[in-house]
């Protein structure tokens, strides 16, 4: 269907000449189909800011017609369904379309054009307008909100289809509508067998808000049973302080379909401090009800809508209930003031400019410049080698002002009365002489906010040791140095003749200069908080002001002071970090956990945590024989977690140990020197027109503190570009692969996946296995602003098997397709069994994983899920060599022990055998052309795979090739044909 005639067939305004998006192209969002970006729009003498949503198409050469058309199907079909929830009128809870506009599409028909959605634009999606202050305040209209939209769609015979948090926008007045409608259908709509989805790049997050029907139903169709039980999946999210997303204590997504089949719900009620006052009784009933397992059972949204207003009309639920928090520590009597050699700069700082850098539960932190510094707060790089701290930088000029905040204030007692007043004082007063070189300086008040001052500190220009640490590639860098400067400050407050503690030990607190001196900054609001006894007149009590994951088991005991002893246990905890990534308690979200963990007598780590250092997600290579193990580093760490706080090890003993250990060098990585650079010498001249991505999570996820949140997703884009080379310039086609993020933190993670694949693919050399030309960090082909350099590899000219099979059946004879299987089978065994550094397994193969030259020569590529294992004659037990920093999301291909271990810590490595699994759906696909469980949507396709069925079934494809395939799906993995015996038999066919 033309763009004219959807224009006129859906009644759509045509906007092209009015709306014009951002020079920068930039992006609101980018999807797995379609990019979203900020546009301007011009109606009449008003411009109103919106959104503009364009479809990508993914092709290596011209797309083909049946591509097409699909892709219009699918536009068409989201456009009229958006069009019909606002036929009468626009709904206040429904995001608005307000018409369409031309887009050209980079390898369709230069006559195609397709049309791009103009919506208003909203101030972000419910997931991160939960992080604001002014959403706490607001969880039940939100609610409301969305119910309301929920019920319009049902009530027109819509159902959405894939409702979770980033699905519902929220405006700047705080007002929660529906959008991205893609996945919607009628409820009349008869189900389509023609065109499964195979996408696993939503899968990840959509699945975890699927009801049990989607996977259970021979066809797996949204309903809006379906909706309500996702609604329920919202509301928890919205509920709660933590934002816990469903199946929160399942971290692999290989796991969630199982627990889904056998009938867990998403959460059990989550309990102080993460949950919020107002997820009482009632409103939890409310939630539990969405999630009945009969579909027939679950409320509708009307009547969920009615119950709640009922519910708010009785007071039986308020927004503005608080959460109770653990009862605090009391602290000393008398009337202390400010010290009186402590200078008031806030008349000189009101010449500075300030940025407010972070905004924590109980403090603000600004930063404050001279007028003209505009780099930024933080250095974002190594720059330790040119940092000279005698000449006048900048940045050497600034300074930290740390500012109290309290929900509510205190009471209004005069500051003689008010106990956190009083008790700040004291600890400023204790503090403000400290002088030493691995302490933060405390400089002086800034008595311009008013009732709490602020207290201006020394300025770090690395920031913490947590984003120091991801500026060092690798992370081992200097960690005998990272435990000597702690231990060096810990001594010196613990060695004062009134002793001082640290209080709040955590990586965190630990501050680096710009020579890379660390310093323990030693005001810590969250600590005096704490330290509030019951009776202070406290308006709103902090929450959550200070976590148990680094606190020693003797600081749970109410009225207890912290002590160098409590500092050691934390040290340990630190020092645990600095060698391995893992957090105390990495398997372990909820403060509570933590807590009766810690009374069990369980250590924050273990043995175990490094032996599975790698299998939790962890990119630090360590093991039984890593120096830090053998020198008696661990063993003085273990000892900090000693439950008889006098036999843990003091400060200076630390130092001991590290005196008697030798000097070792830092090692670094470095490039292959095999590897080219080729910057500058990669154009790409129709600009970077996407023609294949992937997804993963971060496997670091599951050793962070915040493990009950949305997980880190980093995507990887590749685009056609031309290679000038030789003395003549000849031009070729290369791929140029790049990370793709809009988010700092992202550039350690994406580093990783770029390294990771670079070394296995110039380990890897074979007709069937692309090649890896070189790389480049010319800007032009880099990710946002992430500075990881971009791959340079082979580009194929045929394109994916998903589209070469299909484009080639009718051309193809069996000789055709065999060789293409010939060619597969070679390059698995080439890197299973011939690669002399170590077998590698592919880890994601389908018919996206392999790809076609010109001459039909089939090529693997796509390595970013692949893991390196040490040759052995026992495949199930060889050691990893290199683990991959991501973890895949399920998909058809899959193995079914992928997804066996409900009860897991961690995603799945990948084996030979779950690519033997994989290689066998791949055999019947060249055949027939149908995806693995072609009659199934991708929930049902895993439902059906957990279940033990086939991929496919006898008469998709000759019995001999049937038979083929059969070799690679045996339920026993080790049983599978190799690659090797799959060859032999591929001769005598």
Not at 396 to 415: D, I, N, Y
Not at 607 to 622: D, P, Q, V, W, Y
Request: glycine share 6%; aromatic share 8%; with cysteine.
């Amino acid at each position: 269907m033309q763009y004219t005639s959807i224009v006129q067939s859906l009644g759509l305004s045509d906007l092209t000449m009015h709306v014009s998006t951002s020079g920068s192209g930039m992006n609101v969002a980018r999807g797995g189909v379609a990019d979203v970006r900020y546009g301007s729009y011009k109606n009449g003498s008003i411009t109103q800011k919106v959104a503009v949503k364009s479809v990508r198409l993914e092709v290596h050469g011209a797309a083909s017609t049946l591509l097409v058309a699909k892709i219009q199907k699918r536009l068409y079909r989201e456009l009229d369904i958006w069009k019909t929830l606002q036929a009468e009128q626009c709904h206040p809870n429904i995001l608005g379309l307000l018409g369409i506009v031309e887009t050209s599409l980079e390898g369709a028909p230069r006559s195609l054009i397709f049309p791009s959605s103009v919506s208003e634009l909203c101030k972000g999606n419910l997931s991160e307008y939960m992080t604001t202050t002014e959403a706490r305040s607001r969880r039940i209209q939100l609610l409301v909100d969305t119910l309301e939209g929920l019920s319009h769609m049902h009530k027109l015979g819509v159902v959405h289809g894939d409702l979770k948090a980033p699905n519902v926008l929220v405006t700047e007045e705080g007002t929660a509508k529906l959008c991205d409608f893609g996945h919607s259908r009628f409820v009349n709509t008869a189900p389509s067998h023609t065109d499964p989805a195979d996408s696993s790049s939503t899968f990840q997050a959509t699945t975890r808000y699927m009801s049990p029907e989607l996977f259970t139903e021979s066809v797996a169709r949204p309903s809006c049973p379906s909706d309500i039980w996702a609604f329920g999946c919202v509301a928890l999210e919205a509920s709660d302080l933590s934002k816990l997303r469903p199946y929160h204590v399942i971290f692999s997504e290989y796991r969630v379909p199982a627990a889904i089949i056998q009938g867990r719900t998403p959460s059990t009620r989550p309990e102080p401090p993460y949950a919020a006052g107002c997820l009482n009784d009632s409103l939890w009933a409310v939630v539990k009800a969405c999630w009945s397992i009969d579909r027939r059972n679950r409320p509708t949204a009307l009547l969920l809508l009615e119950r709640i207003k009922e519910m708010i009309r009785q007071g039986m639920i308020s927004a503005a209930s608080v959460t109770p928090h653990r009862p605090a520590t009391s602290i000393t009597s008398g009337t202390v003031e400010w010290p009186d050699k402590l200078e008031d700069y806030s008349g000189s700082l009101a010449h500075y400019s300030k940025e407010l850098i972070s905004n924590k539960n109980i403090a603000d932190v600004w930063i404050y410049r001279i007028q003209g510094d505009s780099a930024p707060a933080f250095l974002q790089a190594d720059e330790r080698r040119g940092f000279d701290p005698t000449k006048t930088d900048d940045r050497l000029r600034r300074f930290v002002v740390k500012v109290p905040r309290l929900p509510g204030g205190l009471s209004t007692t005069s500051p003689e009365d008010d106990q956190f007043q009083q008790l700040l004082r004291l600890v400023v007063k204790e503090r403000f002489d400290l002088d030493h070189e691995n302490i933060v300086e405390l400089i002086g008040l800034d008595r311009s906010y008013g009732r709490y001052p602020g207290i201006v500190l020394e300025y770090c220009p690395y920031g913490d040791l947590t984003h120091y640490k991801g500026l060092i590639v690798p992370y081992e860098k200097d960690n005998q140095r990272y435990l000597r400067e702690i231990s060096q400050g810990l001594e010196y407050l613990h060695s004062l003749p009134s002793v001082l503690t640290h209080g709040d030990l955590t990586p965190d607190n630990i501050l680096v200069d710009g020579q890379g001196t660390l310093k323990l900054s030693i005001i810590s609001f969250a600590r005096v908080a704490t330290s509030l006894p019951e009776n202070s007149q406290v308006a709103v009590r902090p929450e959550s002001p200070i976590s148990v994951r680094y606190a020693s088991p003797d600081l749970l005991i109410d009225n207890t002071r912290t002590s160098p002893e409590s500092d050691m246990w934390s040290f340990g905890c630190v020092a645990f970090w600095i060698y391995t990534d893992l957090h105390p308690y990495p398997k372990l979200k909820k403060e509570y956990d933590i807590v009766r963990e810690i009374e069990s007598g369980v250590l924050p780590n273990d043995m175990n945590s490094i032996r599975n250092i790698e299998t939790l997600g962890s990119h630090l290579k360590t093991g039984a024989d890593s120096p830090w193990i053998t020198d008696g580093t661990l063993s003085h760490i273990l000892r900090c977690w000693d439950h008889q706080a006098k036999a843990r090890p003091s400060a200076n003993d630390i130092l001991k140990h590290l005196d008697r250990l030798p000097n070792t060098s830092v090692v670094r990585w470095r490039l292959p020197t095999s590897v080219p650079d080729l910057s500058g010498a990669v154009q790409t001249p129709g600009g970077r027109n996407i023609i294949g991505w992937s997804a993963g999570t971060w496997r670091r996820i599951y050793t962070r503190r915040a493990q009950g949140k949305t997980p880190d997703v980093i995507k990887l884009w590749w685009w056609r570009g031309v290679h000038s080379r030789g003395f003549f310039r000849k031009n070729v086609d290369v791929i140029v692969k790049s990370a793709k993020s809009d988010k700092g933190e992202f550039e350690d993670p994406a580093q990783q996946v770029y390294r990771h694949e670079l070394v296995l693919l110039n380990q890897m050399k074979h007709t069937n296995v692309v090649s890896i030309l070189g790389f480049t960090t010319d800007p032009t082909h880099l990710g946002s602003h992430l500075k990881v350099p971009a791959l340079i590899m082979e580009y194929c000219s045929n394109g994916r098997l998903r589209e070469y099979c299909p484009a080639n059946q009718e051309t193809m004879n069996e000789a055709d397709r065999v060789n293409l299987i010939r060619g597969i089978a070679q390059a698995l065994k080439y890197i299973h069994d011939d690669i002399p550094e170590g077998s590698i397994v592919h880890g994601n193969l389908s018919m996206d994983s392999v790809v076609v030259d010109t001459t039909g020569i089939p090529k693997l590529t796509n390595f970013e899920f692949s893991c390196q294992y040490q040759h052995t004659d026992n495949p199930i037990r060889a050691q990893v060599l290199n683990a991959p920093p991501l973890a895949s999301h399920p998909t058809r291909w899959d193995a079914p022990e992928l997804f066996q271990d409900v009860s897991d810590a961690r995603a799945p490595f990948p084996t030979r055998y779950t690519d033997l699994w994989s290689f066998g759906s791949l055999i019947a696909f060249i055949f027939c052309c149908k995806l693995p469980y072609a009659q199934s949507e991708l929930p049902g396709a895993i439902a059906r795979l957990i279940n033990g069925e086939r991929p496919y079934a006898n008469d998709d494809c000759p019995h001999k090739i049937k038979d083929l395939a059969n070799s690679l799906w045996e339920d026993v993995p080790y049983q599978r044909s190799s690659a090797s015996k799959i060859l032999e038999m591929i001769e005598v066919l």
